[in-house]
T-cell receptor, first 116, second 113 residues
Framework: EPEVTQTPSHQVTQMGQEVILRCVPI?????FYWYRQILGQKVEFLVS????????KSEIFDDQFSVERPDGSNFTLKIRSTKLEDSAMYFC??????????????FGPGTRLTVL | GNSVTQMEGPVTLSEEAFLTINCTYT??????LFWYVQYPGEGLQLLLK?????DKGSNKGFEATYRKETTSFHLEKGSVQVSDSAVYFC????????????FGTGTRLAVRP
């Protein structure tokens, strides 16, 4: 069964460093998402991406964040200058096969980002 | 704005016990409602969903009914198994906010043999 994959599973970085979190969505999906969960808190929406552009973003997704689909298979989240409060589990999701905007989003296992 | 409230965990049950995890929501419009499950070391998996009032979603013995009058979508299972031990997330997708999901905090379930 197709699944969303994410790498790395755990990323440790120093404050101020740039990180790139990588995701491979399900191959025929057209909509891509990033969510995050700070330890003990809710899963929060960051950004959605469709047709090579951001379709919606939350107030969390400020200028330090960017997303890209560089090669038609990967979907990346970049944080330019990490802060301590960026430490969280980051989930990638995809959905919407064949141009239909279905309700179901399929999630990856997450990348745990630790900023020291 | 939209929000989802889940009961606090962890919930610890013996095998074959009855499970209820409460979920209530606040949303504009007519949201779709979801339960996702996260098994240890894995991603969020869709467990069940309901897209309109009075719909019942069901899967793997779990069920939840969309109750518009009480703005609730409580998860139930008649007889839990050790393999059901996981974190359960209630979520909504409201038409007025596009297709993003709004999640509750998650409820950890531990089932003892």
């Amino acid at each position: 069964e197709p699944e969303v994959t994410q790498t790395p599973s755990h990323q440790v970085t120093q404050m101020g460093q740039e990180v790139i979190l990588r995701c491979v969505p399900i191959s025929n999906h057209l909509y891509f998402y990033w969510y995050r969960q700070i330890l003990g808190q809710k899963v929060e929406f960051l950004v959605s991406f469709y047709n090579n552009e951001i379709s919606e973003k939350s107030e969390i997704f400020d200028d330090q964040f960017s997303v890209e689909r560089p090669d038609g298979s990967n979907f990346t989240l970049k944080i330019r200058s990490t802060k301590l409060e960026d430490s969280a589990m980051y989930f990638c999701a995809s959905g919407g096969a064949s141009g239909s905007r279905t309700d179901t989003q399929y999630f990856g296992p997450g990348t745990r980002l630790t900023v020291l | 704005g939209n929000s989802v409230t889940q009961m606090e965990g962890p919930v610890t049950l013996s095998e074959e016990a009855f499970l209820t995890i409460n979920c209530t929501y606040t949303a504009t419009g007519y949201p779709s409602l979801f339960w996702y499950v996260q098994y240890p070391g894995e991603g969020l998996q869709l467990l069940l969903k309901a897209t309109k009032a009075d719909d019942k979603g069901s899967n793997k013995g779990f069920e939840a009914t969309y109750r518009k009058e009480t703005t609730s979508f409580h998860l139930e299972k008649g007889s839990v198994q050790v393999s059901d031990s996981a974190v359960y997330f209630c979520a909504l997708k409201a038409g007025s906010s596009g297709d993003k999901l709004t999640f509750g905090t998650g409820t950890r379930l531990a089932v003892r043999p």
